[in-house]
């Protein structure tokens, strides 16, 4: 039974991928970012991000991701209070989740890359919609890197925000028009825990 154990546990320190699998990650907030671009006027474009986010994946590839809408940063503070307090509302939704699945069948040994296309489960507004997810991820030692080969398409309609959030918004720069489309761009680093 001794020799038996002891063959198991060499066949898991000398298998990647058995090792890999029992593995655990944190997401690294202070080196990921979720980024997004508003659009007014049909052509000028303002860049946000979101920090302070949280989340993990699993051995099995399972993550979640959640960020504070209150960490929105646009470089101008009047316009992150208005997109949080007009446009998402987030004293009654204050958090963008992400969760889904990843396959970690690839990311065997250091210096891996793969891309996947990953439908993954986005709540905003209280509302919960399927997006997918075109990643990038690499491992390297003991860390994850994942982030978007292209941007994803968000609406603010498809998420249940209502038209006169956006209107709202407008209302205090003139009346302009501003898109309710978005694209997002993630970056994101998990540590091995």
Do not use: C, H, W
């Not at 080969?149 to 006169?164: H, L, N």
């Amino acid at each position: 039974m001794k020799r038996m154990s002891s063959a198991i546990l060499l066949a898991m320190s000398l298998s990647p991928s058995l090792a890999l699998a029992s593995n655990d990650y944190a997401l690294d907030s202070e080196a990921s970012s979720i980024s997004f671009a508003t659009i007014k006027k049909s052509y000028v474009i303002e860049p946000a991000n979101l920090s302070g986010i949280e989340g993990s994946v699993d051995a099995s590839g399972n993550f979640s991701v959640a960020a504070p809408l209150s960490s929105i940063s646009t470089g101008i503070p009047i316009r992150n209070q208005r997109l949080n307090d007009l446009f998402f509302d987030s004293n009654k939704f204050p958090t963008l989740k992400v969760e889904g699945q990843v396959s970690m069948e690839g990311l065997v040994k250091n210096s891996t890359q793969l891309q996947q296309a990953i439908p993954a489960k986005v709540t905003l507004f209280g509302n919960t919609k399927e997006v997918t997810l075109n990643m990038n991820i690499v491992k390297s030692g003991d860390n994850i890197f994942a982030f978007t080969t292209k941007p994803v398409i968000i609406s603010g309609a498809t998420f249940g925000i209502p038209k006169e959030n956006l209107e709202a918004v407008s209302a205090t720069v003139g009346n302009i028009d501003i898109s309710s489309t978005v694209p997002v761009n993630v970056s994101l680093v998990f540590k091995e825990k």
